[in-house]
């Protein structure tokens, strides 16, 4: 295992694994988990994987749902999410895009209603491959750009 893990281990919770550097703190920000838990961030470790580096995220006691991890993959789609129980990792979960996104992700077009009147933010997946989303209000197609992603409404 990789030394990281060592440094600040959790007993219970989540690790999220290869996280593209910078884009912990982004992550932090669209799960909403800036008001709540104990969160332990590692920047920059080396990775061979991630030629940028990667960063590590630890989240003490709480189980992501799985809603929450398939959004980490809309701007860390490499992520590795381990669930820590009792010391030990109970569930090592494959993370892919969401079909929907509600919420987190801002529409592009600044006539939309999402952004006019205050609309609820949904879109649907459009291109898997391509990771672009099409809005249910306007229907404008966007890729997934992390800095447009926000906390939960
Ligand atoms: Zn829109």
């Known amino acids: 295992?990789?030394?990281?893990?060592?440094?600040?281990?959790?007993?219970?919770g989540t690790v999220i694994d290869h996280i593209p550097t910078p884009l912990a703190l982004r992550v932090v920000e669209i799960l909403g988990l800036g008001n709540e838990g104990i969160f332990t961030i590692g920047v920059g470790f080396q990775s061979k994987r991630l030629p940028g580096g990667k960063d590590i995220l630890k989240i003490e006691n709480r189980i992501l749902l799985e809603s929450e991890t398939d959004t980490i993959?809309?701007?860390?789609?490499?992520a590795t999410i381990?669930?820590?129980?009792?010391?030990?990792?109970?569930?090592?979960?494959?993370?892919?895009?969401?079909?929907?996104?509600y919420g987190v992700m801002q529409c592009p077009n600044p006539n939309c209603a999402t952004?006019?009147?205050?609309?609820?933010?949904?879109?649907?997946?459009?291109?898997?491959?391509?990771?672009?989303?099409?809005c249910e209000y306007c229907e404008r197609v966007t890729e997934i750009i992390p800095e447009n992603l926000t906390a939960p409404e």
């Open 1 to 12: 295992m990789e030394r990281a893990y060592k440094v600040y281990a959790i007993t219970n």
């Open 115 to 134: 952004n006019k009147l205050g609309a609820h933010r949904h879109f649907k997946l459009e291109d898997k491959q391509e990771m672009t989303y099409r």
């Open 73 to 78: 993959a809309l701007i860390a789609p490499d």
């Open 82 to 101: 381990n669930i820590i129980k009792n010391g030990k990792v109970s569930e090592k979960r494959i993370i892919s895009v969401p079909d929907h996104i």
